[in-house]
């Protein structure tokens, strides 16, 4: 039978009308045996979520404007979820992407937050701060998104960075959030205890050396709830052992890149999906970070126990990617197979993380920035890959977010004239597509300067990290600033 709706999310966000047992005993009464009698049968049964609306597109109105009119139609209230929900409890305010991505989600937070200080939305981004605090505090981790279905994984680690954003001294921010940023860091280093060289345990993976690093991975082997019957084809098709893909499939969402040629073993096809092989730059860059974030905090509060602890597992961090994921002679970072022991051999955006995080030395840079302005920077902004597989982080789409690291890494590292044209080209982009359609979509086609395509879903308006992106870089750019239609 085919599939009910459009887009598997639309069934897990659904909320029962009565409980699971009633629900069964109907279902087992009517025996639907069509699929015109299965629809009536959930629809009766189950009540379906809207998606997050927009304002209408005003051709008159600048970005910024707009940008404005968006984030109270995105901002939510807390609520109790009612029985049943796939919806988790947040004790506060929170802003949601827009589209169908109606709770909010962890990465996306950081870079909706940028641009909800930037617009004098200081209290929204505490509490959105608070929000992910509750959530470590209550499940030991932040989770993908505000889902039931959600809880089995996490995404990028950028907590500390949030965290960063709420005072002038980001070390004083931590010191204050100390506690939640260690528990952050012991969800993705459990399992580190006693790994030995070549082996990996749930996040972390032992280097032949013996050296830590980590991957993405996820603690389920089943189909998402969110994708279901796409993950079972994938299965099927793969040949391959269905719970192995079922957790290479959930590690590459929690990579936040769904999906990458970075994750397929031969660049193209879900079927060959192998993200728990792949130590990636990017998860190990932010790694990086916290660590050094958590020595800051220990050092405001004068535990010199604490800072050297931290500020040692940053450098031997920090060791270990410059000896696994940099290449001389390429010269940028790229990913690791720790399976086939060697790099992977791909140029992605991910090498623009180091620099954004601090992990790169000047020679690396500005080696960087060589290859990003002959490999990566398009017309539009920086593309996520060089590959075009038809998945939606691969060429010719870039995201918001690696065109916040890019410009944030140049600039820390001394190279403001491609820092700027970065900036200057996303703007461009972003703006031609408002103008044509009123909307800021969730990714951009950057080397034809069109809203972007691929993926399992069709392209989302709203949207909280590039509304939060574009508003950031026109604070720092405010001569990018549109004109007026």
């Given at each position: 039978m085919d599939a009910l709706f459009p887009d598997g999310k639309a069934f897990p966000d659904a909320v029962p009308k009565a409980p699971p047992s009633v629900i069964l005993k109907r279902y087992h009464s009517v025996r639907p045996r069509s699929r015109a009698a299965l629809l009536k049968l959930v629809r009766s049964t189950f009540t379906f979520p809207t998606d997050a609306q927009t304002p209408p597109a005003r051709p008159d109105k600048t970005l910024q404007a707009h940008i404005a009119r968006l984030w109270p139609l995105l901002t939510r209230q807390p609520v109790v979820p009612p029985a049943y929900s796939s919806l988790l409890y947040v004790p506060e305010p929170y802003v949601v992407p827009g589209g169908r991505f109606r709770e909010f989600y962890y990465w996306d937070s950081y870079f909706t937050m940028l641009g909800l200080i930037r617009d004098g939305h200081l209290d929204t981004a505490r509490d959105l701060v608070d929000d992910l605090s509750y959530m470590l505090r209550e499940y030991g981790h932040i989770p993908n998104g505000a889902r039931t279905y959600y809880l089995s994984r996490s995404q990028p680690p950028m907590y500390y960075l949030m965290v960063g954003l709420l005072s002038p001294d980001p070390a004083i921010a931590w010191s204050q959030h100390l506690e939640d940023l260690e528990r952050e860091y012991d969800y993705w280093m459990a399992g580190a205890a006693g790994l030995h060289p070549g082996k990996a345990q749930r996040n972390v993976v032992a280097m032949p050396?013996?050296?830590?690093?980590?991957?993405?991975?996820?603690?389920?082997?089943?189909?998402?709830?969110?994708?279901?019957?796409?993950?079972?084809?994938?299965?099927?098709?793969?040949?391959?052992?269905?719970?192995?893909?079922?957790?290479?499939?959930?590690?590459?969402?929690?990579?936040?890149?769904?999906?990458?040629?970075?994750?397929?073993?031969?660049?193209?096809?879900?079927?060959?999906?192998?993200?728990?092989?792949?130590?990636?730059?990017?998860?190990?860059?932010?790694?990086?970070?916290?660590?050094?974030?958590?020595?800051?905090?220990?050092?405001?509060?004068?535990?010199?126990?604490?800072?050297?602890?931290?500020?040692?597992?940053?450098?031997?961090?920090?060791?270990?990617?410059?000896?696994?994921?940099?290449?001389?002679?390429?010269?940028?970072?790229?990913?690791?197979?720790?399976?086939?022991?060697?790099?992977?051999?791909?140029?992605?955006?991910?090498?623009?993380?180091?620099?954004?995080?601090?992990?790169?030395?000047?020679?690396?840079?500005?080696?960087?920035?060589?290859?990003?302005?002959?490999?990566?920077?398009?017309?539009?902004?920086?593309?996520?890959t060089n590959i075009a597989s038809g998945q939606q982080w691969d060429a010719p789409n870039g995201w918001p977010p690696l065109q916040w690291i890019a410009v944030s890494g140049f600039r820390r590292y001394d190279q403001p004239v491609l820092a700027r044209e970065i900036a200057r080209r996303w703007l461009a982009t972003v703006q031609r597509v408002f103008a044509n359609t009123g909307k800021l979509v969730e990714k951009y086609d950057v080397e034809h300067a069109l809203p972007g395509g691929g993926g399992e879903y069709p392209l989302q308006d709203g949207f909280g990290w590039t509304n939060g992106v574009t508003s950031a870089l026109l604070g720092l750019y405010p001569d990018l600033q549109p004109a007026r239609p």
């Open positions: 050396d013996g050296s830590l690093l980590n991957r993405y991975w996820d603690a389920s082997d089943t189909p998402r709830d969110e994708s279901y019957r796409n993950d079972v084809l994938i299965a099927r098709a793969s040949r391959r052992p269905a719970s192995q893909v079922y957790r290479d499939i959930r590690a590459a969402a929690e990579s936040g890149w769904d999906f990458s040629s970075r994750w397929l073993r031969d660049g193209r096809h879900l079927t060959t999906i192998d993200t728990t092989d792949i130590v990636p730059v990017d998860l190990n860059s932010l790694l990086y970070g916290l660590e050094q974030a958590i020595a800051r905090g220990c050092g405001v509060r004068h535990d010199a126990a604490c800072e050297r602890k931290f500020a040692e597992r940053a450098r031997l961090r920090r060791q270990a990617m410059n000896r696994y994921l940099w290449d001389p002679d390429a010269r940028y970072f790229m990913d690791y197979d720790w399976r086939q022991k060697k790099r992977t051999g791909e140029l992605t955006a991910a090498t623009l993380y180091p620099l954004f995080t601090g992990v790169a030395d000047i020679w690396q840079a500005d080696a960087v920035g060589g290859v990003t302005q002959v490999r990566l920077l398009e017309e539009g902004g920086v593309v996520t």
